[in-house]
């Protein structure tokens, strides 16, 4: 069996009076969630983060099964891998925003109005180096940036130059502690700003852009520097091939830190204009077999299917429950393309909630669905790969464990079979738990799977222990 993991970025929501006080998945018209909400088991999962709120790269770690204390990692060496670049072990990855500072840098704006191209700009400020540390720079979406220090004695200890504020002399970098790396990092690090500003300041494209009226991209406001990790892939936590499709750069840095293929779709913005149409094609192939996509290997397609959505959250950011409500409804339009897919179990959730009404990231509960149809269903009687074994309602429950079914290049496929007394027998199948109409906040409270903690999804996915 294998999976497709579709996550609506920011998906969870509260009641807003304008929808009737109803969410935007509430109130959205979504016959196609709902059927897989009503065939399949639904319930809630409380996102387990760090920190006053759950983070997306937070939320989405602890939903793959990774414990944060032990495979957290700075926002910046996602970051910085999403955008394509190549992080050594010994680097300090950074994230940045191009931004406008007055002479007395005071920040302006702290995204240069928005700038789209800044490739010019980056070809300016490529190859310094300082006190023997390289700097090495990549465009990411519009204003921003990823950087990289490769050099010795480099550490991720230093202090943000970014408050997320404006109107403040833009912060310089601190060491976080006292080691002779942390205050060199800082060190060379506050010169390449002040160097880099020299530069912007006088390039010609910043020129333009004044005579223009528009803002100079003239500094760089830096944070979340961080170092590589050596972390547990997936395939090797899992026992699953997987790939990852999206448009956002932070979510390819996750699944590349996973050690996830990324699959390219043309496209695939992590913006409103998406083409949801291509990347659903292209989840629905990575699964296949015979694959499109790793070929080279085994032929075998694999086994689990990363779909991240963004734009979801952008509309919660924005407070437009509206934007979100439609863009929910495009989604669910889409969804027909993956009902016939056999032997293949589908989840939709979130990775936090980001209410319209609040605009921030919020710890609320998501709603899950999971669902599945088992390669023997045909035709009109579609019945759900989860039900409760007949005996077990009341004290006697079976437990469900993966056994691995057979190899397929090298790796090891999983069955579900229901382990009772005298043996192994397959799950049964059945659809008794219809129970939930709707795919939303409040109906999923109904569901069978109840409230579950993010870092145990994965686990009672692989285990069918719901
Ligand atoms: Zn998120």
Known sequence: MKILFIILDGLGDRPIKELGDKTPLEAAKTPNFDFLASQGICGLIEPVYQGKFPTSKDAHLSLFGYDLKKWGMARGVFEVLGIGMELGKEDIALRGNFSTVDSNFKIVDRRAGRISDTKPLIKALQK???EGVKFLLAPAVSHRLGIILRGRNLSDKISDGDFHKANIRAPKIRPLEKSPEARFTARVLNKFLLNSHQILKNHPLNKKRIKKGQLAANYILVREAGKLKKLQSF???????????????LYKGIAKVLGMDLIKVKGATGKANTDLEAKFKAAKNSLKRPAPYR????????DFCYLH??????FSHDGDFLGKKKFIEKIDRNLPIFLDLKDVLI????????PCGVKEHTADPLPVLVFGLPSGARGKKRRSFFALPSGARGKKRR?????????????????????????????????????VKKFSEKECQKGKIGKIKSTDFMRRILTCNF
């Open 309 to 314: 959505i963004k734009a979801t959250d952008n």
């Open 128 to 130: 310094i180096t300082i």
């Open 295 to 302: 070929n080279e290997v085994s032929g075998a397609g694999y």
């Open 235 to 249: 395939e090797k936590k899992w026992r699953m091939k997987a790939c990852c499709i999206a448009g956002g750069v």
């Open 399 to 435: 437990s469900f464990f993966a056994l691995p079914s057979d190899s397929e290049g090298g790796r090891r496929k999983f069955t579900f079979f229901a382990l009772e007394k005298d043996g192994v027998h397959p799950p049964q199948f059945s659809s008794k738990f219809g129970r």
């Open 347 to 354: 989840t939709i959730t979130g990775d936090h909630s980001t």
